[in-house]
């Protein structure tokens, strides 16, 4: 085991946003017999236990419904509408004093694996100042586990660019984990139905 393994690792899935493209709220959405955001969150749970957080905000109720029991910890961001880095702000700054990492996830990304995100989790050598990222289609991305010492950038961001900053940051070293499957998030009604038919929809995040 290395030294990540003594580490204490929170699983953070974020559907928080209203999915203006989709058009309806897809973490509701049905993926082969689960919605989305319940997929993810038994997803983090397989891999992080009870350390497992739901960042909810658009239709936060029916979203946390939708989950299940499987998130340990609900965390509702009142700024959602903000974009992806006020989710992200919340949930650093809520794990801030309990966490030495964290697993970002993200709901809308239906062909993670858990053995994906344990192999992120191992790879991580437990160091403050270690990234570790998916890597797909010639970028990296989520999801992504991020030290400790990457939480006060993370409690900073606002707006619709997530996190990248911070995985361009140089005072911090990355590794990156190749799973191409990342690629595939969800835009569109249209994404899903192929999906659930086995197709693959072509991939837009940038």
């Given at each position: 085991?290395n ?11 974020l ?7 989709y058009?309806?709220?897809?973490q ?11 997929h993810a969150t038994?997803?983090a ?6 350390n497992?957080i ?25 700024r959602?509408a903000?974009g992806?880095?006020?989710?992200i ?6 794990v ?8 970002l ?13 344990r192999?992120?989790r191992?790879?991580?050598?437990g160091?403050d100042?270690e990234i ?9 991305g989520p999801?992504?586990l991020?030290p ?10 606002s ?6 900053g911070v995985?361009?940051d140089?005072?911090?070293?990355m590794?990156?984990?190749k799973f191409e499957?990342?690629?595939v ?14 197709a693959?929809p ?5």
């Amino acid at each position: 085991m290395n030294s990540a393994g003594r580490q204490s690792v929170f699983a953070i899935v974020l559907a928080a946003g209203s999915a203006s493209r989709y058009g309806r709220s897809k973490q509701l959405e049905d993926f082969k017999g689960m919605s989305l955001v319940r997929h993810a969150t038994e997803l983090a749970h397989e891999v992080c236990g009870d350390n497992t957080i739901l960042v909810t905000g658009h239709k936060s109720a029916a979203v946390a419904r939708a989950a299940g029991d499987a998130a340990r910890f609900l965390v509702v961001n009142d700024r959602y509408a903000e974009g992806m880095g006020s989710s992200i702000a919340v949930a650093a700054k809520v794990v801030s004093h309990a966490a030495d990492g964290i697993l970002l996830m993200l709901a809308d990304q239906p062909l993670i694996t858990a053995s994906h995100l344990r192999e992120l989790r191992d790879t991580w050598n437990g160091a403050d100042d270690e990234i570790v990222a998916t890597s797909f289609a010639g970028r990296m991305g989520p999801p992504v586990l991020f030290p400790r010492k990457t939480f006060p950038a993370l409690a900073q961001l606002s707006g619709d660019h997530g996190a990248r900053g911070v995985l361009r940051d140089a005072r911090f070293n990355m590794k990156t984990i190749k799973f191409e499957d990342a690629r595939v998030d969800i835009d569109t009604p249209e994404d899903l139905a192929a999906l659930n038919v086995g197709a693959r929809p072509s991939a837009r995040r940038s």
